[in-house]
């Protein structure tokens, strides 16, 4: 098999099962509800102050830029589109953190109209142990803030998650909407990961997923079930196997 073919496989196996992987909090991004993950620190490999964008046809499409404060932290995240031959602005975050380098807030903008218009933000709170405790949602609609969602974590003795709580503010009160529930061998790598919905007052399966791993902690296997019926179904894409090869 051509070799840069096998690297391309190899990634995109690993890609999709990280989320198998040892669920640290430099991991904990996995199931953060912000989709553009952010680089925590200038230090770090992910180190860069501008970025730019090109279609597939090598065109000039967007500039992405990052301001540091002076202990390495992003505090601004820039987004620019280039139109008629200049950069104009597109949509920006900007981020705080607490006196332990917490990420503390994360505020989303998009430029309309030549203004800066909110658009999401999410406040952060933390153990004792700097753990991500709470992520608070908020979104701007009509001239308004609005309440978005609440996930709140709870973590076993070892640092791993053992429960994420997604609940959303409905009629002045926050109710529980879904919850994932984790399992892990002593190693740490996870073993099941289940997903439930609150329906008429009560918890109710709906996805589980199965990890198993061989004598070096490596994984081997990923099976997903559904619930049905009261009981647990492989699901159509069950299970998935890694086949572990020699270049």
């Not at 139109?83 to 503390?104: G, H, K």
């Not at 009560?202 to 081997?220: A, M, P, Q």
Request: net charge negative; proline share 0%; glycine share 2%.
């Amino acid at each position: 098999m051509n070799k840069f073919l096998l690297t391309f496989l190899l990634i995109f196996v690993s890609a999709n099962l990280i989320n198998a992987q040892n669920l640290s909090q430099e991991k904990l991004n996995l199931m953060n509800p912000i989709e553009f993950d952010l680089s925590d620190s200038k230090s770090t490999i992910w180190n860069w102050d501008t970025i730019y964008g090109y279609d597939e046809y090598n065109v000039l499409q967007n500039k992405f830029t990052q301001t540091f404060n002076i202990n390495g932290k992003v505090v601004i995240r820039l987004m620019e589109k280039w139109q008629n031959n200049q950069w104009v602005f597109y949509s920006r975050n900007q981020y705080t953190y607490d006196i332990n380098n917490n990420l503390t807030s994360d505020i989303g903008e998009d430029w309309v109209n030549n203004n800066w218009e909110f658009n999401l933000k999410v406040i952060y709170t933390y153990n004792s142990n700097n753990y991500i405790e709470t992520e608070y949602l908020e979104y701007w609609h009509n001239n308004t803030i609005y309440n978005k969602g609440l996930y709140s974590y709870t973590y076993n003795t070892d640092g791993t998650i053992s429960e994420k709580l997604y609940k959303k503010f409905q009629s002045n009160i926050w109710v529980n909407l879904t919850r994932w529930i984790y399992t892990y061998n002593s190693s740490g790598s996870m073993l099941t990961q289940i997903y439930q919905r609150w329906t008429n007052n009560v918890w109710v399966n709906d996805i589980k997923r199965s990890y198993n791993y061989d004598l070096n902690n490596f994984l081997i296997t990923n099976l997903e079930e559904t619930w049905m019926n009261n009981s647990w179904l492989n699901s159509i894409f069950s299970l998935k196997r890694i086949i572990q090869m020699e270049i």
